[in-house]
């Protein structure tokens, strides 16, 4: 057993030992001492994955039942075309030749048995292994928050060091390492083939940097059978995503269980961590995102703490602790942390200023997109003043390592604080 388990966790030499084959719906069923349920390796190939578009007529490539582990691999975007060595000129090219669709290839969908609309998926994620490298693009004048600003292209190639868990962006800058799937979703209710670009109801293009090893995504069921994607490997990511890309990477094995909760409808996903639940709240315009997450806080508080909906709000205002997902999906996100432990401390008040410890940028308006721009131009102006970087590298170190939250709320002014941390900055070894 020691053996065939070893083995699970390599699904590319499963594929060039010819123990498993690439065709759609190719599997490798074991027990697995320790799990609940049964084990399934699905690699990444081009019957088992696709670029750029949901639909939920889509054959599964796999079915498991509630309570299996999925181990599988991702791929880069644009089918593996997102890799070292890729110009921008390369990059603009396969961008033309696809329109309307997302740059995410997508592995799946796995059919879950026993899923039914109304249900809720669990997705619970036990272990992920990325590649050893990973980008960072400004596409040149035509994506991220600010096109016009930035009308100069940039890739920037970023080594993974998974010993030290770090990527040295640039000599001398090294970024923390957590890496997470920007993309988990199932299919929508709607029939034919839809972007990947914006997440919804259905998750998807979340980009909520907390959903790493250990956490469980709740996502709502709208078809049969659930139908499960995963795509959009990130080694790292700032809360915001401003210049549109995270450390982009890909998974060598993405390993999770599923699971159906029956009973217990949701409207909008929520992510579960050792200590905290996430609830979210999406919308194209932020302000109308930051409505939805206020109402799904004090809907989930309620439920939680057996409380009236007064109590609920009273709760969610005294432990206010909510960020930006991203910007740059058409649809906005925001999440606000709640604490399993209701006796938890409230966290400190937002920095208005530089600390000790990080670069401090604060954007007020009472419209939260402008708030959410002043903060993030903010923060980019300072990495410049302070650190001589390059307005291009300022926004991709931004986009990878800024942390974008949202103070709270007041009637006539909706305030963003983004923080980057000085400890980025260390002595080559």
């Known amino acids: 057993m020691t053996w065939c388990r070893k083995i699970l966790f390599a699904p590319a030499l499963l594929l060039a030992a010819g123990l498993v084959t690439p065709a759609v719906g190719a599997e490798s ?42 181990i599988m691999e991702t791929m880069m975007h644009f089918h593996d075309q997102f890799m070292p060595g890729k110009t921008l000129e390369d990059l603009a090219k396969i961008r033309a030749a696809n329109p309307g669709r997302g740059a995410h290839t997508l592995t799946g969908p796995i059919y879950v048995e026993g899923a039914e609309p ?32 930035f009308p100069e292209g940039q890739i920037r ?23 997470f799937p920007g993309v988990v979703g199932v299919a929508r209710a709607d029939p034919g083939r839809y972007t990947t670009v914006p997440p919804g ?16 995504l709740h996502v709502p069921v709208f078809v049969k059978g659930a139908l499960l994607w995963v795509s959009d490997g990130h080694a790292a990511q700032g809360n915001g995503e401003i210049n549109l890309t995270a450390i982009e990477t890909a998974f060598k094995e993405f390993n999770i269980t599923v699971d159906v909760i029956k009973g217990r ?13 996430l609830t979210v709240g999406y919308d194209e315009d932020l302000n109308k995102a930051l409505g939805i997450l206020t109402a799904e806080t004090e809907k989930f508080i309620a439920e939680q703490r057996g409380v009236s909906a007064a109590e609920a709000q009273r709760i969610m205002q005294q432990g206010w602790d909510c960020r930006v997902a991203e910007v ?22 937002l920095p208005t200023q530089e600390t000790p ?20 131009m903010g923060m980019i102006n300072l990495l410049v003043e302070k650190r001589k970087l390059t307005r291009l590298d300022a926004y991709g170190l931004a986009s990878i390592a ?8 007041a009637p006539a002014e909706k305030s963003v604080h983004c923080l980057t941390p000085k400890s980025l900055w260390q002595a080559p070894k």
Request: charged content about 20%; aromatic content about 10%.
């Open 29 to 70: 069923v074991v027990p697995a001492s320790g799990t609940q349920g049964a084990v399934h390796i699905l690699p990444a190939t081009m019957e088992t994955t696709q670029w750029g578009w949901y639909d939920n007529a889509q054959k599964p490539v796999l079915t498991v039942k509630p309570g299996d582990t999925v």
């Open 118 to 149: 109304g249900d809720v998926l669990k997705v619970h994620i036990n272990k992920i292994v990325p590649r050893a490298y990973g980008m960072n693009v400004n596409y040149p004048g035509v994506a991220g928050l600010f096109p016009k600003e």
């Open 157 to 179: 190639l970023i080594y993974l060091d998974w010993d030290r868990k770090v990527g040295e962006f640039l000599p001398g800058i090294f970024v923390p390492l957590r890496p």
């Open 201 to 216: 109801r259905y998750a998807g293009n979340l980009d909520i940097r907390e959903l790493t090893a250990g956490t469980s």
């Open 265 to 277: 409808p949701q409207e909008w996903p929520r992510i579960e961590t050792p200590t905290h639940w």
């Open 328 to 349: 740059v999906n058409i649809v906005r996100g925001t999440y606000c942390f709640n604490p399993k432990n209701a006796q938890a401390a409230a966290p400190e008040p």
């Open 357 to 376: 410890t990080d670069y401090v940028s604060v954007g007020r308006n009472a419209d939260l997109n402008k708030a959410m721009e002043e903060a993030a």
């Open 402 to 409: 800024a942390d974008c939250r949202i103070g709270p709320p």
